[in-house]
């Protein structure tokens, strides 16, 4: 149970906090609390194909914490007010220039919940059409069309080590969207 908190930082993506907190047995510690506003990320379905092995537009991007370039699905922070449907539409077309004709929710997942509450929407689009991107400047991407059953073994391998890309195209594939 949170008994107090302190603001130390406030940032354009994140504030940080000092949090005294009673624990399960009784006693009172601090804990640093990363506190974010949420976000969304959606599993592109270019082509249906077979049911079993769809094909997704990934994104190759260059990620600072990860020293260089990673695959993941489109995502992006929730801004004031917005829904995490309309985040994921949007950080779609941002990243990708992809319009998604529908879209469908798969699950929410906390990120890292030992340090922060941040708390992410995942989606998935269906029937995209093709427009321009509105990437942010210092957004660096490529997007590449492949195979679920590829995404699926890059996951195996390490090739995807993104948290939420690999939750998504994990819960896609075995679960599909919930409704």
């Known amino acids: ?25 009784g006693s009172v510690g601090e804990l640093e609390m990363i506190r974010h506003s949420g976000a969304s990320a959606v599993v592109p379905l270019l082509s249906v194909g077979t049911a079993a092995d769809p094909e997704i537009l990934l994104i190759r991007q260059f990620r600072h914490a990860a020293d260089g370039p990673i695959w993941e699905i489109p995502a992006g922070r929730l801004e004031p007010g917005e829904s995490p449907e309309t985040c994921a539409v949007r ?22 919940p030992g340090f922060t509450d941040e708390r992410i929407h995942l989606f998935a689009a269906h029937d995209l059409e093709p427009g321009p991107h509105r990437r ?3 957004e660096f991407m490529e997007a590449h069309p492949l195979a679920l059953s590829r995404c699926l073994a890059m996951i195996r391998s390490g ?16 679960f599909g969207p919930l409704v």
């Open 1 to 25: 149970m949170k008994l107090a908190s302190r603001r130390i930082h406030s940032g354009r993506v994140l504030n940080l906090d000092i949090d005294s907190v009673r624990f399960p047995d």
């Open 136 to 138: 942010e400047t210092d």
């Open 91 to 112: 950080e779609l077309a941002e990243e990708t220039g992809m319009r998604a004709g529908r879209i469908e929710r798969l699950t929410t997942m906390f990120t890292t």
């Open 159 to 174: 090739e995807i080590s993104d948290g939420k890309t690999a939750v998504a195209l994990l819960f896609f594939s075995q």
